[in-house]
């Protein structure tokens, strides 16, 4: 369900609902399920009543939305920020393992196997924006730049969910080779013209 709107969003607003997503982080990384989880239960852990509880947020299930929002949030700021900084544009399998890895929300949404939607929505934004890129600045046509996106993509996902899987025991050694295959990748696009487009779009 949405998140409910408040009039104006102070300080107090901001504290409240952090307090109430904290605990609903606490709550799950202490393993309970999300469908077992009530407002009662957060209200009496936050030490707020409902009636506040229901101004910012309809149920627990439009917490957790805000949560996995947030965590979107930055792995789509981390894929933007690989792509318009050539340094770092080949090591965007490694710039979204490290935030994958730092982050506490997606840690714990992840061991509740509540991060695949997530992963799935930035995964099709990225490979959405490689696509384009690559038709507007003629580097393939539309079906070419459609396949050289879902392969490099999907082959991120693949690494991404492996790391996990692994619990990051091999992120150094792994994210240099993957750079490395990404390496050969980029050099099929004339890097230039991909700048100059995202120079562009933020125009």
């Known amino acids: 369900m949405e998140v409910k709107k408040t009039r104006k969003t102070d300080r107090r607003t901001v504290y409240t609902r952090k307090i109430i997503k904290d605990t609903l982080i606490g709550l799950l990384d202490e393993g309970t399920h999300a469908e077992k989880i009530t407002v009662s239960r957060i209200c009496k852990i936050s030490q707020i009543n409902r009636c506040t509880f229901y101004l910012h947020y309809s149920d627990v299930y439009s917490v957790l939305g805000e949560l996995q929002k947030e965590v979107e949030d930055v792995l789509t700021k981390c894929v933007n920020a690989s792509l318009s900084d050539e340094s770092r544009r080949q090591d965007i399998c490694g710039v979204l393992f490290a935030s994958l890895r730092?982050?506490?929300?997606?840690?714990?949404?992840?061991?509740?196997?509540?991060?695949?939607?997530?992963?799935?929505?930035?995964?099709?934004?990225?490979?959405?924006?490689?696509?384009?890129?690559?038709?507007?600045?003629?580097?393939?046509?539309?079906?070419?730049?459609?396949?050289?996106?879902?392969?490099?993509?999907?082959?991120?996902?693949?690494?991404?969910?492996?790391?996990?899987?692994?619990?990051?025991?091999?992120?150094?050694?792994?994210?240099?080779?993957?750079?490395?295959?990404?390496?050969?990748?980029?050099?099929?696009?004339?890097?230039?013209?991909?700048?100059?487009?995202?120079?562009?779009?933020?125009?």
């Open 102 to 203: 730092e982050n506490k929300i997606y840690q714990v949404l992840s061991r509740c196997n509540l991060t695949s939607t997530i992963l799935k929505r930035v995964f099709e934004y990225s490979k959405t924006l490689l696509a384009n890129l690559c038709v507007e600045t003629k580097q393939f046509k539309r079906r070419e730049a459609e396949l050289f996106a879902l392969f490099l993509i999907s082959g991120c996902a693949a690494v991404s969910e492996d790391q996990v899987f692994n619990n990051w025991k091999s992120f150094e050694k792994d994210n240099k080779f993957v750079t490395k295959i990404l390496d050969q990748l980029y050099a099929m696009l004339d890097i230039g013209k991909i700048n100059l487009a995202l120079q562009r779009g933020k125009q």
